[in-house]
């Protein structure tokens, strides 16, 4: 049986949650602060989490990066804060979606579902071709690694997801829309600014090495696309 875990310190939400999810097949395991959602990550090595942002001890920004640190397992943000730059934090920290309170729950398993759909076609995609190499542009998904010219770049698991759909398809015109549906999925109810917000941090790291034959190119009005310089 797949594990869920649920990270709140309202038992109300842990409750209701933890009921729904035995609806789905799962087995919830329940944690009310941070330290305790490391301690039963750690146990359970659960498939997906549920974690809320505002929690004692350790918010959930802190155990996101920490379970992200050593898992790609799909990581779902609860909070009462739906600002964008919350919800762009939250993303580039590696949390695969992102949860407004209040929220339904039969929403909050729809994204679970989701998440887990996109982390099974990911898990296909890597066994059968696990490593984009394009001039001095390395990509693997079996690591998470980025590597240009041999050194190692910094990103996070959505910056990585990003280059491998971009780089894998050059020269394609991806809309921000699609860009959305690819990494974030259908189900999830973010916009365009989010994506925007996610090429520009990602743009800033790639150019700390030069990287002349290739680049992320902006479609005005349109999207993005990885352009090679074919000179």
Same mark, same amino acid.
């Given at each position: ?12 939400? %842990?409750?209701?949650?933890s009921t729904y999810s035995r609806m789905e097949g799962f087995e919830p395991v329940v944690a009310g602060d941070g330290e305790e ?82 982390m099974s076609k990911t898990t296909k995609e890597e066994t059968s071709d696990n490593v984009i190499k394009m001039d001095n542009l ?6 998470? %690694? ?9 990103? %996070?698991?959505?910056?990585?997801? %990003? ?69």
């Open positions: 049986m797949q594990h869920i875990l649920i990270a709140d310190d309202n038992r109300d939400i %842990t409750d209701i949650l959602a490391i301690r039963l990550f750690s146990q359970y090595e659960p498939d997906v989490v549920l974690l809320d942002v505002m929690m004692p001890k350790e918010d959930g920004y802190e155990v996101c990066r920490k379970i992200r640190s050593k898992s790609n397992v799909p990581v779902i943000l609860i909070t009462a804060r739906g600002e964008d730059f919350d919800k762009i934090m939250g993303l580039d920290i590696g949390a695969d979606d992102y949860i407004v309170k209040p929220f339904s729950p039969r929403e909050v398993m729809a994204r679970v579902r989701a998440v887990l759909r996109r390395e990509i693997s998904l079996d690591e998470y %690694t980025l590597h240009i010219s041999g050194k190692k770049i910094a990103l %996070t698991k959505k910056e990585i997801e %990003t280059m491998w759909t971009l780089a894998g398809n050059p020269n394609k015109v991806f809309t921000r829309d699609n860009l959305l549906d690819s990494l974030w999925g259908f189900d999830y109810f973010g916009d365009s600014r989010t994506v925007d917000s996610h090429i520009k941090r990602l743009r800033a790291k790639l150019d700390t090495v030069e990287h002349p034959s290739w680049s992320i190119k902006t479609i005005w009005g349109v999207g993005y696309k990885f352009e090679i310089d074919e000179k």
